[in-house]
């Protein structure tokens, strides 16, 4: 997170000098003591971050084709003119242990075009969707088996 930090103000910044690198290592340090003090943030979520990053990176570049193509399906569904939109309300649970990846998941389906999570309590999930060939599949997606994998590792 430190490093992160630190690339954000490199960055805002638009220019690496010797005076914006100490104030940027100074400026990240406390945020980063701010985040571990007052946010119940600890470097081993770091060192987590760090250990599943090449499955967090297929994670999202699957989230981002997904994305596209639920984009392609909700385009389609809003200019056929002969097919009548049927929304629905779908439950389902999982089996993510996480709260981590709950959230991730409650998260992907609602950047995920035509639908959107309403709730989630534990390990259940209400999702509302745009039409019904949306649901289906939505509690074994390929956002459930990689958040899986994510945790087995």
């Known amino acids: 997170m430190f490093v992160l930090f630190f690339l954000i103000w490199v960055i805002f910044n638009g220019q690496l000098t010797a005076e914006i690198a100490a104030f940027g290592v100074v400026i990240a340090g406390v945020m980063y003591l701010f985040l571990c ?3 119940n943030y600890h470097p081993r979520y770091d ?11 297929q994670y999202i570049v699957t989230l981002v084709i997904e ?7 909700v385009f389609r569904l809003i200019y056929t003119a002969e097919y009548e939109l049927e929304p629905a ?6 089996d993510l242990h996480s709260t981590f990846a709950r ?6 389906i609602t950047l995920t075009p035509g639908t959107i999570t309403v709730s989630l309590q534990e390990d259940h999930y209400m ?3 745009l039409d019904k060939e949306l649901a289906e599949g939505i509690s074994s997606s390929v956002f459930v088996r990689l958040l899986k994998k994510i945790e087995a590792n």
Not at 47 to 57: G, N
Not at 67 to 73: D, H
Not at 103 to 108: C, E, G, P, Q, T
């Open 37 to 39: 003090k007052f946010l």
């Open 47 to 57: 060192l987590f971050l760090l250990k599943k990053s090449p499955l967090l990176i």
């Open 67 to 73: 994305i596209i193509k639920a984009n392609l399906v």
């Open 89 to 94: 309300i779908v439950h389902f649970k999982t």
């Open 103 to 108: 959230v991730l998941l409650a998260n992907s």
């Open 127 to 129: 999702v509302h969707c």
